[in-house]
Nanobody, 120 residues
């Protein structure tokens, strides 16, 4: 059974930093290395949105709202993906979800989410 477990969320003041982690189990290192890894977020009353993406080669893409503040990284040997969040703003408050997907293998897995709350 595949599981994605996020950690690192919490309450932080505006301007602060948090580092989210997502650990994957149930898939091999080689499979994960050939998969895309993403962070999404969903604020109350809003649709889930893609925050950051990292490809199999390590190239990254970010939502305009987080460019220059957030950084996604991955460690395939640890079957993990991370999201470093700096200069946090109240509008970053949301549940953050880890996502692992592969067109090659035909899967799309999600974590249970971790709450990030930024106070003003």
């Amino acid at each position: 059974q595949v599981q994605l477990v996020e950690s690192g969320g919490g309450l932080v003041q505006a301007g602060g930093s948090l580092r989210l982690s997502c650990a994957v189990s149930g898939r091999s290192v080689s499979t994960i290395a050939l998969s895309f890894m993403n962070w999404y977020r969903q604020a109350p009353g809003k649709q889930r949105e893609l925050v950051a993406h990292i490809s199999t080669t390590g190239s990254t893409n970010y939502a305009d709202s987080v460019k220059g503040r957030f950084a996604i990284s991955r460690e395939n040997t640890k079957r993990s993906v991370y999201l470093q969040m700096n200069s946090l703003k109240p509008e970053d408050t949301a549940v953050y979800y880890c996502n692992l997907n592969s067109r090659i293998y035909g899967f799309d897995y999600w974590g249970q989410g971790t709450q990030v709350t930024v106070s003003s």
